[in-house]
């Protein structure tokens, strides 16, 4: 039996989204039909369209949203019919090598990546994410699933299946930011301005935000930010700039935009003695970074990180706790609303740089 939905799907590189009727499996064997209730515009789905972020075609685009369970495979044990969800695009089998280490958020029952999922277009199957949620239902994976308390309203609360995690995670989890301590930001979009409510959340007194976009201050300072820094003020360079205002290197720098060149300066800038560089942005696919060793030999860190090194399942249900106890602002992040069918309107604001979070709503 198949279950008809509709889906914004990519047909090819840089091409508007087209909303078509698609036919989805039933959930088999530990899976699970989920009916969005709201979806968030991510800038990695723009990656994707771009093509920085390899992809089959058709592909079902979407990995940030809030759904409700409808039906449940076999075996199906952690949510049931009616639950409120949030889709993981970074599972949590709790069962594999990596999931029991303690050491690493990277599922190895569910890495990331596009395949051919549980989704056919006209008789083609459809390539698909973890978790392919730019569709009104979808069959996802309970490992996939993070089931979470019900009052929390899903048009805020999807924001913790990508941006509010990873920013938050990446402060809190990933870099264990130490109250007292001086961070730098690079970027202030979706992300970014989560690392800010991160950093103030674990402490930190010093946290300077760097971006080209001078709007971004006044909501980058609402959330924590002690120092706005627009290169393009700044009359000498900017790495200079900053090791000054940090005195003398921070002891936490962010890179969450993907370039290259700001990693090589988030290097630059922070503490060369502790300093801890943490890469939040999705850069394009096959580029490279020049790293000298002198970089690292007198004690700094170079580390990544992914869903801002959150375990799914068991960590957003407490970030979700947290926003409903006012520890973390999403309301004003969720700058614009629209309606499933102008999904390529919010991809255009995003573009502009004109939105923080778009989220999308069904009729």
Same mark, same amino acid.
Do not use: W
């Given at each position: 039996m198949t279950i008809k939905a509709r889906a914004a799907l990519l047909h090819g590189l840089n091409e508007p989204l087209t909303i078509e009727e698609i036919e989805l499996d039933e959930p088999g064997p530990g899976q699970v039909l989920v009916e969005m209730?709201?979806?968030?515009?991510?800038?990695?789905d723009l990656h994707i369209i771009e093509g920085h972020i390899p992809?089959? %075609?058709?592909?079902?685009?979407?990995?940030?949203?809030?759904?409700?369970?409808?039906?449940?495979?076999?075996? =199906?044990?952690?949510?049931? #019919?009616?639950?409120?969800?949030?889709p993981l695009f970074a599972a949590e089998?709790?069962?594999?090598?990596?999931?029991?280490?303690?050491?690493?958020?990277?599922?190895?029952?569910? #890495?990331?990546?596009?395949?051919?999922?549980?989704?056919?277009f006209n008789g083609i199957r459809v390539h698909q994410g973890t978790v392919g949620t730019f569709a009104t239902h979808s069959v996802i994976d309970e490992i996939s699933l993070a089931k979470i308390r019900?009052?929390? #309203?899903?048009?805020?609360?999807?924001?913790?299946?990508?941006?509010?995690?990873?920013?938050?995670?990446?402060? =809190? %989890?990933?870099?264990?930011?130490?109250?007292?301590?001086?961070?730098?930001? %690079?970027?202030?979009?979706?992300?970014?301005?989560?690392?800010?409510?991160?950093?103030?959340?674990?402490?930190?007194?010093?946290?300077?935000?760097?971006?080209?976009?001078?709007?971004?201050?006044?909501i980058a300072r609402s959330f924590g930010l002690t120092d706005f820094v627009n290169p393009g003020a700044v009359d000498q360079p900017l790495t200079e700039y900053l090791v000054e205002m940090s005195g003398g290197g921070a002891d936490y720098v962010f890179e969450v935009i993907g370039s290259v060149k700001?990693?090589?300066q988030a290097l630059a800038v922070a503490n060369p003695y502790w300093g801890k560089i943490i890469v939040v942005g999705l850069s394009p696919h096959g580029q490279t970074m020049e790293l000298s060793p002198w970089n690292l030999l007198f004690g700094q860190t170079l580390k990544g990180s992914w869903f801002g090194g959150a375990r799914g399942r068991s960590d957003v249900p407490t970030l979700v706790d947290w926003f409903m106890a006012g520890r973390i602002k999403v309301a004003d992040l969720v700058t614009h609303r629209l309606p499933f069918e102008q999904i390529n309107e919010g991809f255009d604001l995003l573009r502009r740089g004109e939105s923080i979070r778009t989220v999308l709503t069904f009729s």
């Open positions: 209730k709201a979806v968030g515009i991510c800038h990695s992809t089959g %075609f058709p592909a079902l685009l979407g990995h940030e949203a809030g759904g409700v369970v409808v039906r449940c495979g076999a075996g =199906v044990t952690s949510v049931a #019919p009616g639950d409120h969800v949030i089998c709790r069962a594999c090598a990596n999931c029991t280490s303690g050491r690493s958020n990277i599922c190895l029952a569910k #890495p990331p990546g596009f395949k051919e999922g549980p989704a056919t019900p009052d929390a #309203p899903l048009d805020q609360a999807f924001y913790m299946g990508c941006g509010v995690t990873t920013g938050v995670g990446a402060a =809190v %989890f990933s870099a264990e930011v130490k109250a007292g301590s001086t961070v730098i930001i %690079f970027g202030l979009g979706g992300i970014g301005l989560n690392v800010v409510q991160g950093a103030r959340l674990a402490g930190a007194v010093k946290i300077i935000g760097v971006d080209q976009n001078p709007d971004r201050e006044e700001l990693m090589e």
